[in-house]
Each structure stands twice: as C-alpha cells, then as structure tokens.
C-alpha cells in the first residue's frame, strides 16, 4: 500500500472513569497500484485504531477487493471501541496527550493479499500496514467540521510488511 491514509474523522474520543475509552472514528484509506503488470486481491482486511500498542476500536473488515493495474482503491471504515478499559498508566498519558492538544495514533491495517500476473494467481501473503496519525485536538483549524465530528487531514508515513 501506497500513502494508505489521508483523513481521519473523529466523532467521538472520551476517556471516562475509570480508565475506559470510547472510540468513534472513520478513517478513509487508499492504496495505489504502482504497478502496470501486477493486480491486487485484498482479501479479508481488518483496520483498527491503537493506542500506544493497546488496541482502542474493534476490527473494521473491508470489503475484499481488486485492484488493476495503476488503479486506486479507496475505502471509509468507521472503527468503534465502547467503553475499551485502559490500561491506569495509558489513561493517565492519554489524559495529558489530550491537555497538550495532540494524540498519536496508530492506525493497522491487518490481512492477507494475493497478487494477479496475466492469469496466475498468487498464494496469499500477509499484509501488515502500521499509520502513525497525530489527531491535532487542540486546534480546531486544521480541522473540518463534518457532523458532529472533526475530519483531520493526516499526512503521515505508514510502514508495511508483506
């Protein structure tokens, strides 16, 4: 995957006693298929929301999907966590996180692919892609009022392993 994330929706991001996290987010992904010879099948692809290595939303799955040659694939999961104990020591450090304005979050991007060459399909492969996201909570200008959510545009470096 190239460039996987371009926005983050907030819709809700409260941290309540004791220690419990509610989550209501949707992230739009895209990928693009570099490639002029090679397709893509995305096969069972979960996406969740992490916070410092503790998982804070339920897995969303995609949609299995195909994608050509030069082609872009875009999706829109939401991912939701209901009332996600934390862990005391992360609560407190998401507390101050949100009093500096700025939350780090990482968005995973979890499941398997094949790739397509003329007629031959591959085996599946494991794809594993990790977004570092900074949610800017203290100013609200860089952000779009969407709803009742906040839409954060995320220009941030995602790692993958295949």
Do not use: E
């Amino acid at each position: 995957m190239t460039n996987p994330i371009a926005y983050a929706t907030v819709y809700a991001f409260n941290l309540s006693s004791p220690n419990l996290l509610t989550t209501t987010l949707q992230i739009t992904i895209s990928s693009r298929n570099p490639n002029d010879r090679i397709g893509i099948y995305y096969d069972k692809i979960d996406v969740y929301a992490a916070y410092h290595s503790q998982q804070i939303t339920l897995p969303t799955l995609l949609p299995a999907t195909y994608q050509g040659h030069k082609d872009i694939a875009v999706w829109s999961p939401f991912t939701y966590g209901n009332a996600v104990p934390m862990a005391p020591y992360l609560a407190v450090s998401l507390n101050q996180d949100q009093m500096a304005g700025t939350v780090l979050i990482n968005v995973k991007i979890d499941g398997r692919v094949r790739w397509k060459v003329g007629t031959f399909v591959s085996g599946r492969y494991h794809l594993f892609v990790n977004c570092p996201a900074y949610i800017n909570f203290g100013n609200k200008n860089n952000a779009i009022a969407v709803g009742s959510g906040m839409k954060y545009q995320l220009i941030m470096d995602c790692h993958d392993d295949v």
